[in-house]
């Protein structure tokens, strides 16, 4: 098996990252007869604050009000040569994020690969987050995270109060508007930052970083278009979707590390993407769907999300050296980076 931590292959010449599948994809349904019927307590979901795939998860599950349905249990934020571990007993309380602790349902494992031993012991593929496991059958229904967060948005209704029920992440008259963002979402940001940081050729890293700007102003114009009132704070307007949530948690990790540490510094987000600034922070503090946890600090973890970047890829960062900034990790509603707030009082003088 290749390294783990080989994010491209040392034998591919165009020094080009590129991501594998998710090998287990199995869905939760409320049909009859279904193999993975949802039931309270049945899942458990892995997770690490510092994954962006794993944070949809941790979002969706807010939103839809699934807390109580489905636990969840952080891994550490260091990944190592043996994949994300849990923390120690020794160690609970010293790493932020409630759900971070020693896995509670197997209590011999010490790194999330042992799980995926256990259901596959011939097991080839990459030990990721997140992870849909079943306690009742002792089998991964799921590591694929878009897939995961669409048997939240309705497989688990039944079992929910009727303002949770109504909450709906993917409405029928925006579902081909969504899967088109979606689709170049994914391709050209959400793992685009990935293609541009993990390059290990000149050619590879302007390949992904030159399409990954093009599509942050594509976002940007959507947004100018879409935000035109307070009543209209989301990607699709009045309403909350999946959209939003794919594009956040690429975004509100994009200053914090993709920036420096991927080397996608054309622009950040504070101070080049003023409408994407503006509903990254309507997320993160106002929470959505009337939940203000949904996207903030509950599901937001910087401290994970900084340490994990520049203390686990050491092909990019050999001494681990974690930087300080940006200050703060994101700014408050009403405050803008000096250089913005000099521009736009200057732009009102004017009128």
Same mark, same amino acid.
């Given at each position: 098996?290749?390294?783990?931590?080989? %994010?491209?292959?040392?034998?591919?010449?165009?020094?080009?990252?590129?991501?594998?599948?998710?090998?287990?994809?199995?869905?939760?349904?409320?049909?009859?007869?279904?193999?993975?019927?949802?039931?309270?307590?049945?899942?458990?979901?892995?997770?690490?604050?510092?994954?962006?795939?794993?944070?949809?998860?941790?979002?969706?599950?807010?939103?839809?009000?699934?807390?109580?349905?489905?636990?969840?249990?952080?891994?550490?934020?260091?990944?190592?040569?043996?994949?994300w571990r849990f923390i120690t007993a020794e160690e609970k309380g010293q790493i932020p994020g409630e759900d971070v602790r020693p896995?509670?349902?197997?209590?011999d494992v010490t790194h999330l690969r042992d799980i995926y031993f256990k259901v596959d012991p011939e097991y080839k593929g990459r030990?990721?987050?997140?992870?849909?496991?079943?306690?009742?059958?002792?089998?991964?229904?799921?590591?694929?995270?878009?897939?995961?967060?669409?048997?939240?948005?309705?497989?688990?209704?039944?079992?929910?109060?009727?303002?949770?029920?109504?909450?709906?992440?993917?409405?029928?008259?925006?579902?081909?508007?969504?899967?088109?963002?979606?689709?170049?979402?994914?391709?050209?940001?959400?793992?685009?930052?990935?293609?541009?940081?993990?390059?290990?050729?000149?050619?590879?890293?302007?390949?992904?970083?030159?399409?990954?700007?093009?599509?942050?102003?594509?976002a940007e114009s959507h947004l100018l278009s879409t935000n035109t009132s307070p009543t209209t704070p989301y990607y699709f307007g009045?309403?909350?979707?999946?959209?939003?949530?794919?594009?956040?948690?690429?975004?509100?990790?994009?200053?914090?590390?993709?920036?420096?540490?991927?080397?996608?510094?054309?622009?950040?987000?504070?101070?080049?993407?003023?409408?994407?600034?503006? %509903?990254?922070?309507?997320?993160? %503090?106002?929470?959505?769907?009337?939940?203000?946890?949904?996207?903030?600090?509950?599901?937001?973890?910087?401290?994970?999300?900084?340490?994990?970047?520049?203390?686990?890829?050491?092909?990019?960062?050999?001494?681990?050296?974690?930087?300080?900034?940006?200050?703060?990790?994101?700014?408050?509603?009403?405050?803008?980076?000096?250089?913005?707030?000099?521009?736009?009082?200057?732009?009102?003088?004017?009128?």
């Amino acid at each position: 098996m290749a390294s783990i931590t080989n %994010w491209v292959n040392p034998n591919d010449k165009t020094g080009e990252f590129k991501r594998g599948q998710s090998a287990f994809r199995s869905f939760i349904s409320k049909n009859p007869g279904s193999e993975f019927p949802p039931e309270k307590g049945r899942y458990h979901l892995y997770v690490s604050y510092a994954c962006p795939w794993a944070h949809r998860t941790l979002i969706t599950r807010k939103l839809k009000g699934l807390e109580d349905i489905i636990p969840v249990t952080s891994v550490h934020w260091h990944m190592q040569e043996k994949g994300w571990r849990f923390i120690t007993a020794e160690e609970k309380g010293q790493i932020p994020g409630e759900d971070v602790r020693p896995d509670p349902i197997h209590k011999d494992v010490t790194h999330l690969r042992d799980i995926y031993f256990k259901v596959d012991p011939e097991y080839k593929g990459r030990f990721t987050v997140p992870t849909l496991y079943d306690i009742k059958q002792g089998k991964i229904v799921s590591n694929e995270s878009s897939e995961i967060i669409r048997m939240f948005y309705t497989e688990f209704d039944d079992l929910l109060p009727e303002n949770y029920r109504k909450v709906d992440l993917y409405p029928e008259h925006l579902r081909s508007q969504i899967d088109e963002t979606n689709a170049w979402t994914y391709d050209y940001i959400n793992n685009g930052v990935y293609k541009a940081g993990f390059a290990t050729t000149q050619e590879a890293y302007e390949k992904a970083l030159l399409p990954l700007f093009a599509h942050l102003d594509k976002a940007e114009s959507h947004l100018l278009s879409t935000n035109t009132s307070p009543t209209t704070p989301y990607y699709f307007g009045a309403h909350i979707t999946e959209a939003d949530i794919r594009l956040f948690t690429t975004l509100i990790r994009f200053d914090a590390v993709y920036v420096q540490h991927f080397k996608c510094n054309i622009r950040d987000i504070r101070s080049g993407y003023p409408t994407l600034h503006n %509903w990254l922070r309507g997320l993160y %503090w106002g929470g959505g769907g009337g939940d203000e946890s949904a996207f903030g600090p509950a599901t937001t973890q910087f401290e994970h999300i900084k340490r994990h970047y520049t203390r686990s890829h050491g092909q990019i960062n050999p001494f681990g050296i974690t930087p300080l900034g940006p200050i703060p990790d994101i700014l408050p509603l009403d405050q803008e980076v000096a250089a913005v707030g000099a521009a736009a009082i200057k732009s009102t003088n004017k009128k």
